[in-house]
Structure formats: structure tokens, C-alpha cells
Nanobody
Framework: QVQLEESGGGLVQPGGSLRLSCAAS????????MGWYRQAPGKQRALVAQ???????NYADSVKGRFTISRDNANDTVYLQMNSLKPEDTAVYYC??????????WGQGTQVTVSS
């Protein structure tokens, strides 16, 4: 079994920054990609950013130029640096790990609130 531990959420003013972390542990044999999704009230969960084991990253259009995803392969940890935060970035952010067998594991979610 795989466990994902997220941290770094919180309350921040518009224009501020936060850094999310997600550490994977457990029976990890082959990671294809790790990434972040978010879900705002009344909306579907949607991809924010993802990075593959080959360090190929992709981003939602709404966060390009503001968010940066990175990965520490040695520690099976993924980070999301979020800059220039906007109120519309408010959501619960979930970490996802996808194996090469396309099994998905999810974290418990961390709340990000952007408000003055």
C-alpha cells in the first residue's frame, strides 16, 4: 500500500505564495508520475500540475507562469510552489501518485485559501 502525506496548505492573501509538499511512502515500486489536483466547492477535481519520472511537467493553463512543480526522486516527494495566488486558486489540493501500471493513489487533501 502507498501512503501520501501532504503539507503546506493554509490561508494567504492575494498575491502571496505557498509551497505544498507531498511525500510518498509504503510499497512504491514504479512511479510514473506525481502531481497535484484541486477541487473547489461545487466543482470537479481538476489537474493543476503533474511531473513524470522523466521530469516532464505539464500545467493547467490557469496556473502556467505562477505555479512550479518539482520532484525529489530520492525521497519520492513532489512539491508545488504557488506564487501570485488569486482568490480563484482557493480549493482543496490533492496529491496523486500514478504507477507505471496506472494505479492511482491519493492524499487526504490540504486546504488552500486565498483571501484578504
Amino acid at each position: 500500500q502507498v501512503q501520501l502525506e501532504e503539507s503546506g496548505g493554509g490561508l494567504v492573501q492575494p498575491g502571496g505564495s505557498l509551497r505544498l509538499s507531498c511525500a510518498a511512502s509504503g510499497s512504491i515500486f514504479s512511479i510514473y508520475a506525481m502531481g497535484w489536483y484541486r477541487q473547489a466547492p461545487g466543482k470537479q477535481r481538476a489537474l493543476v500540475a503533474q511531473i513524470t519520472s522523466g521530469d516532464i511537467a505539464n500545467y493547467a493553463d490557469s496556473v502556467k507562469g505562477r505555479f512550479t512543480i518539482s520532484r525529489d526522486n530520492a525521497n519520492d516527494t513532489v512539491y508545488l510552489q504557488m506564487n501570485s495566488l488569486k482568490p480563484e486558486d482557493t480549493a482543496v489540493y490533492y496529491c496523486r501518485l500514478r504507477t507505471r501500471g496506472f494505479n492511482d493513489y491519493w492524499g487526504q487533501g490540504t486546504q488552500v485559501t486565498v483571501s484578504s
